[in-house]
């Protein structure tokens, strides 16, 4: 007996043909799935398995020899049983379900419905994308109205929020910027486009948020034009001197081989006596190449005088300690100056005709040479003060400052045989302006203290 009919019982051939009817009276399959042969599977076997008959699986798979000859791994076509069919059904619907879900969210993610307060701007932040490209799949224009309800397309379907925009857009140092009056009628969207920069960039270079309002007349930076950048770089790229004590214009001029005349133009002065300590000075095109390649603007270098790396480095420290913690105004400065002068019997005029041509009051100032604040006193002669007090002074702090520079005019005034040999004492040095006489630098120098002391 063929091992396919092994499960039948014995019976004369007549009686197959009524068994052959009874198997067609099975229910129709629920589909068709698939059976990979393992060893020891026979047809009968399989179809016991799936509810099925031995004809219905040899006649589905075509098997020759009645499918006695199975191989492992062989993949047969089987019907679904009624729970496999259910589950299928299931996966089915689900997947139909997540189709459509996925479809409703591309929907929305490529349209928004515009509401109440929205602006086109708005709109491209909230969903991450240009203002150019909203206005493009659109066919808008930056000055077009939109109403309640209406539908915008959004490019790219992406619905990042505003702020991942900002992130994305880029830097605002990236851009040369200018001043940009607002209209009537704009807003930050409209503006934005304008300057041909990302929304994004536009808020953060004018720290403002897409809820900010903006009204006409207010001033916001937008990303200059390529001929502003161009004048932007060409101002950026010239050379500039900081005003210093004891500087007069003449003495600048001859000093960076121009003139006079040449400064006043380059800077638009009118008055060649109304420069302040820590002025910043453009240096005319030809002056400034001939001063770079002479080192006249050497980081270590101040009234023809090099110091060492170690005295920069420790003004630049200084310099930025002071920054960081700040300082009095110029006007609570001046009061202190004038309060500590006749504290310890100094003519406040003289000490404030001092500090203004030293720092301009401000005691933020720290020179190459490591001259400290308000009274631009260096360290070894902070020591001296500190001796002359009776105790240590601080020369970064406002007040230990002014006393410092105060008590040593007045041991000036007390040792030099006048006036002007007191001032020239605290540019130059006492022992050095009795030995050496005043230098040219020193003269000029004293006629400015005196002139400001006039004016006090």
């Not at 026979?42 to 799936?50: E, H, L, P, S």
């Not at 950026?236 to 960076?256: C, E, F």
């Not at 002007?420 to 006492?430: N, P, S, T, V």
């Amino acid at each position: 007996m063929s091992p396919v009919f092994a499960h039948l019982p014995a019976t004369p051939p007549a009686a197959l043909p009524q068994m052959a009817i009874v198997q067609k009276s099975k229910p129709a399959p629920h589909g068709w799935t698939s059976h990979v042969v393992r060893s020891g599977d026979t047809v009968a076997d399989i179809a016991v398995r799936y509810g099925t008959s031995n004809g219905v699986i040899v006649q589905k798979n075509h098997l020759r020899g009645g499918g006695h000859m199975l191989r492992v791994g062989q993949r047969l076509a089987v019907p679904r049983t009624a729970k496999q069919a259910a589950a299928a059904a299931a996966k089915a619907r689900a997947a139909r379900a997540a189709a459509a879900k996925r479809r409703a969210a591309e929907i929305r993610r490529t349209t928004y419905t515009v509401r109440s307060g929205d602006t086109l701007g708005a709109i491209a932040a909230k969903r991450g994308v240009s203002l150019a490209s909203l206005l493009k799949r659109n066919r808008l224009k930056a000055t077009s109205m939109i109403h309640v309800g209406q539908k915008l397309r959004i490019p790219g379907g992406t619905s990042a929020p505003a702020k991942s925009s900002a992130r994305r857009s880029a830097p605002a140092k990236a851009y040369v910027t200018t001043g940009y009056r607002v209209r009537s009628g704009d807003t930050l969207g409209v503006i934005a486009q304008r300057a041909k920069m990302p929304l994004g960039t536009l808020l953060k270079l004018n720290h403002l948020s897409m809820r900010s309002v903006i009204h006409p007349g207010q001033v916001l930076r937008v990303k200059a034009s390529k001929a502003a950048a161009a004048r932007a770089a060409a101002k950026a790229s010239r050379q500039r001197y900081t005003v210093r004590s004891g500087d007069t214009l003449s003495a600048i001029a001859a000093r960076l081989g121009t003139t006079q005349a040449a400064l006043l133009k380059a800077n638009r002065l009118r008055n060649p006596n109304s420069l302040q300590v820590g002025q910043r000075l453009a240096v005319p095109a030809r002056a400034a190449a001939k001063a770079k390649a002479t080192g006249r603007f050497s980081s270590n270098t101040f009234e023809g005088r090099s110091y060492p790396s170690a005295v920069v480095s420790a003004a630049n420290k200084n310099r930025a300690h002071l920054r960081r913690v700040g300082v009095p105004s110029r006007a609570q400065t001046r009061q202190m100056i004038i309060n500590t002068a006749r504290r310890h019997g100094v003519d406040p005029r003289l000490a404030l005709a001092v500090s203004y041509q030293e720092s301009g009051w401000n005691q933020s100032q720290v020179s190459v040479a490591n001259a400290i604040g308000a009274m631009q006193v260096i360290p070894s002669s902070g020591q001296w003060a500190s001796e002359m007090v009776g105790r240590r002074l601080n020369l970064l702090n406002t007040q230990d400052n002014i006393t410092a520079g105060v008590v040593i005019l007045r041991s000036l005034t007390r040792s030099a045989k006048n006036v002007d040999q007191a001032i020239a004492g605290y540019y130059q040095g006492l022992y050095s302006v009795q030995k050496n006489g005043m230098y040219a630098d020193t003269k000029r120098y004293v006629a400015n203290i005196k002139a400001h002391r006039a004016r006090m």
